[in-house]
């Protein structure tokens, strides 16, 4: 997917209500908070940098769809993007360490994505390359090729003085050589792209995986720079090693391919577009924020310094300031920063106020309902029954849910949350592998069948009794 940076907030809207049920405010909120970083880039320049970035926090129970709106936000802008969960830069012994992993890592998926764009517009011409590499493996050039050793323009008048005689020159190639050895070629051509030729073996120079021996950890801090020590060695030769392979050529062709396509793209502008994509549209979603805001304030004990620790090194990065990486620096000043948490214990008034003022919009998802599970279940594109569907007609089981048998799930879904424990949508994971538990076993070898109707009675026998048993849906659901 590429780069959509102009989409409107009702686009952006109306794009995540094909994957996410209801929550509104939060769809609206981040639609804004994209719209206002173009915005933003688009303003007078005079303004620009006094206007602050939109940051959100969004609050809410688990498995309601925080992660997922942020997640499809991303995917549909095109927008390099990172989860990190806030937790992990608190550790015993240190505070807040190495905050800025985080923009390396966003940096290192831009420049994948970046790659991949331009692997694919390279695809077809990497493709041809390859072919002729195969061509020349299957068919030898007829070795004219060697120049002779002397070749001064005069070599040929000028006395040997007793040298010995020069090789003998190979006999030019005549232009019925030629016109034979280009039929062949093509004729060779003609049936590679056939694949007849797939499982013939040929000898091709592979570059060589890096070798284990190189994989060991950095010493400390070598990380935190951004310096990888598997490049320092990889590039100490010049080169990456080759390794000759003998390999079909259906799988000779796949991996010439790739090498073409990496010699055709150019790096550096894909560094220089992975910078500037990350710059001006980068998305860092930072979860569970609320476990490192600390309550109360008085009485600073060791996880306490350590998690305000981490919000004060958030603070420069969230406020925009300059992070080394190994491609270069990357400022922040424009990365959409959103965090979430459930905030049942603390607060986000808890959270040290430098750091509220970098996340100005604050938006609450609600709890999901038995309805929002119904529509869960059936409607998003990528819905939970549409990808069983899809496993199953994979082995020619047609599969039908009736629409009580899905209300039926969705209502014992929400009984389950407010019973046990509220998991939100994630219930409906548990309750469909129970309840297609049977199924996805017996096919293909005890259930033959290339239809299934999945009505309410099965659902009830299935799922009644460990639905109804506290003890059991503990465990199970
Ligand atoms: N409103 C929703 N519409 C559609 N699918 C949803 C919705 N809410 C949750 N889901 C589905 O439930 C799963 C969990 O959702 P998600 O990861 O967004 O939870 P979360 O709110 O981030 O929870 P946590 O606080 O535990 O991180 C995902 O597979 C997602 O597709
Ligand atoms: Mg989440």
Avoid: C
């Amino acid at each position: 997917m590429s780069f959509n940076h102009e989409l409107t907030p009702h686009e952006i809207v109306s794009e995540l209500d094909r994957y996410i049920i209801g929550q509104h405010e939060a769809k609206k909120s981040v639609a804004i908070a994209l719209r206002n970083r173009w915005r933003r880039l688009n303003a007078i320049v005079e303004m620009r940098e006094e206007i602050m970035p939109n940051n959100i926090i969004m609050i809410g129970p688990t498995g309601v769809g925080k992660t997922e709106i942020a997640r499809r936000l991303a995917k549909l802008s095109g927008a390099p993007f990172i989860k990190v969960e806030a937790t992990k830069f608190t550790e015993v012994g240190y505070v807040g360490r190495d905050v800025d992993s985080m923009i390396r890592d966003l940096m290192d998926i831009a420049i994948n994505m970046i790659r991949e764009e331009h692997t694919a517009s390279v695809q077809e011409r990497a493709k041809d390359l390859a072919e002729e590499r195969i061509l020349d493996l299957l068919i030898p050039p007829a070795t004219p090729a060697t120049p002779a050793p002397v070749s001064t323009p005069f070599s040929g008048a000028q006395p040997s003085f007793g040298m010995p005689a020069a090789a003998p020159i190979p006999p030019i190639a005549t232009s019925e050589d030629d016109a034979l050895r280009t039929r062949t070629r093509d004729k060779f051509r003609d049936k590679l792209r056939k694949g007849d030729l797939d499982d013939r073996e040929v000898e091709v120079d592979v570059a060589s995986d890096q070798s284990p021996m190189l994989q060991v950890f950095g010493p400390m801090g070598m990380e935190e720079m951004g310096v990888n020590i598997q490049d320092l060695f990889g590039n100490m030769g010049g080169q990456k090693k080759k390794k000759k392979r003998r390999l079909p050529v259906k799988e000779a062709r796949d991996i010439l391919a790739q090498e073409e396509a990496a010699k055709l793209i150019d790096m550096d502008k894909v560094t220089k577009q992975a910078l500037e994509r990350v710059q001006q549209a980068g998305i860092v979603f930072i979860d569970e924020i609320d476990k490192v805001a600390s309550r109360g304030g008085g009485g600073k004990s060791g996880p306490d310094v350590s998690r305000e620790g981490v919000q004060r090194d958030l603070l420069p990065i969230v406020e925009g300031s300059g992070v080394m990486t190994k491609y270069g620096m990357v400022k922040t000043d424009h990365i959409l920063f959103i965090a979430s948490g459930a905030f049942h214990v603390s607060k986000p008034s808890d959270l040290i106020p430098e750091l509220q003022g970098r996340f100005p919009i604050r938006v609450e998802l609600h709890s999901l309902t038995e309805n929002d599970f119904f529509k869960i279940l059936t409607v998003p594109k990528n819905a939970l029954l549409k990808q069983y569907e899809a496993l199953l007609l994979s082995e020619g089981v047609k599969v039908e849910f009736t629409e009580d048998a899905v209300k039926e799930v969705a209502r014992m879904a929400a009984k389950v949350n407010e019973e046990v424990e509220n998991i939100g949508a994630r219930r409906l994971h548990t309750i469909l592998t129970t309840l297609l538990e049977d199924v996805l076993f017996d096919v293909p070898d005890a259930f033959r069948e290339d239809q299934l109707v999945v009505d309410k009675s099965m659902v009830l026998s299935k799922l009644s009794a460990v639905v109804q048993n506290r003890d059991l849906s503990q465990y199970i659901l």
